[in-house]
C-alpha cells in the first residue's frame, strides 16, 4: 500500500501492489499506469507494507475514500522532507525487473 506524488503537495496516487520495487520502477518508466505517466507521480512519498493482501485492500480502499488533506497528513507525519522512499528499499537504484529471474540478477540493465 503506498502513496506517490509528483512533488511536495503534488498529485497524489494511492494504490496497492504485492511488489513494491517492481511497481515503483514500472510508474517511473511509464509501463502500464496512465495516470502517474500522464502526472508524473513517481516519488514514493508513503507505504506501509501488509501480511494480507485483503488488509491492504481495505487500507488502499479507505486512504481513497479521504481527504486530500488527510492524505497529506499521514506523508507529513512519516515523511516530512518528502524524501523518495524508494531510496530506503535498495542499497542502490532501481533496476529494471526484467533483469531478475526469481530475485536473481540474470542479465546487466540498459545504462
Known amino acids: ?3 506517490l506524488a509528483s512533488r511536495r503537495n503534488g498529485t497524489l496516487y ?13 510508474h517511473r518508466n ?5 495516470f502517474t505517466s500522464r502526472y508524473g507521480a ?13 488488509g491492504a485492500i481495505a487500507r488502499e480502499t479507505r486512504i481513497k475514500g479521504w481527504r486530500r488533506d488527510w492524505k497529506l497528513q499521514l506523508i507529513e507525519t512519516a ?6 522512499l524508494s531510496d ?10 526484467s533483469c531478475f529471474k ?7 540493465p540498459n545504462k
Open 88 to 97: 530506503d528499499l535498495l542499497p542502490g537504484p532501481l533496476i529494471d525487473p
Open 30 to 34: 511509464n509501463e502500464g499506469v496512465s
Open 102 to 108: 526469481d530475485g536473481v540478477l540474470t542479465r546487466r
Open 1 to 3: 500500500m503506498s502513496l
Open 42 to 54: 513517481g516519488l514514493l512519498a508513503w507505504y506501509e507494507e501488509h501480511n494480507d493482501i485483503n
Open 14 to 26: 494511492c494504490g496497492v501492489t504485492n511488489n513494491l520495487v517492481r511497481r515503483v520502477w514500472e
Open 79 to 84: 515523511n516530512p522532507q518528502w524524501r523518495d
